[in-house]
C-alpha cells in the first residue's frame, strides 16, 4: 500500500507509513462498515467497530496530533434514531453533561457532530484501554491463589517459629 503523503511503498496491513509516519488508508471488504476508513468531523479516523447495540455503534478512531496519533472512542447514534427530536435531545443532554464532568474516574470528551452523508450524530470520546471481563477474572484468580498460597507459606512459618521457640525454652 503505498503513503498518500511521500508515496513509499508500506506493507500490506500496516496503519501508518514507515517512512513518514502519515496514517495509511484502511483497505475496506465488501461487507465491511462503510464508516470504517472514513473520517468523521474532519480529523477522526476511523479504524473499527469496538461495540454495538440498539440505537449506534462505537468506533476506534485515530486523530491526528502533530507526529503522533491519539486513540478516540467514537459513540454514533444510527440516522433512524437521529430523526426522532426527542431522541436528539437526550443525545445532545449526554454530550452536555458528560463535558461538564471532570474527574479522574470519568472519560473526557472532545467533540461531538453530525457525519455527513450518513446523518448519524456522533460523540468523540477518550478512548479506555482495559481487559476483557473474562481476563480479569482469570488474573482475580490467580492473585487470589497467590494471597491463599502466601498465607499457607506464613502459616508454615509461624507454626516451625513456635516449635523452635518451645524447643529451645525446653533445653
Do not use: W
Request: charged share 20%; glycine share 10%.
Amino acid at each position: 500500500m503505498e503513503c498518500l503523503a511521500c508515496h513509499t511503498p508500506n506493507n500490506d496491513g500496516a496503519r501508518f507509513c514507515a517512512k513518514c509516519g502519515a496514517p495509511l488508508p484502511v483497505q475496506k471488504a465488501a461487507d465491511a462498515d462503510p464508516l470504517i476508513g472514513n473520517t468523521v468531523g474532519g480529523r477522526y479516523r476511523i479504524t473499527g467497530v469496538l461495540g454495538e447495540g440498539g440505537m449506534g455503534r462505537v468506533y476506534v478512531g485515530e486523530q491526528q496530533m502533530g507526529t503522533s496519533v491519539r486513540k478516540v472512542a467514537i459513540k454514533t447514534l444510527l440516522s433512524q434514531f437521529a430523526k426522532d427530536p426527542q431522541t436528539v435531545a437526550r443525545f445532545m443532554r449526554e454530550v452536555g453533561t458528560v463535558s461538564e464532568l471532570e474527574h479522574p474516574n470519568t472519560i473526557k470528551v472532545f467533540d461531538f457532530g453530525q457525519i455527513e452523508g450518513s446523518g448519524e450524530l456522533y460523540i468523540a470520546m477518550e478512548m479506555l484501554q482495559g481487559t476483557a471481563s473474562t481476563t480479569r477474572s482469570h488474573r482475580a484468580t490467580r492473585c487470589l491463589r497467590s494471597v491463599s498460597t502466601a498465607s499457607s507459606g506464613r502459616s508454615a512459618a509461624r507454626s516451625r517459629k513456635r516449635t523452635t521457640r518451645a524447643s529451645s525454652t525446653a533445653i
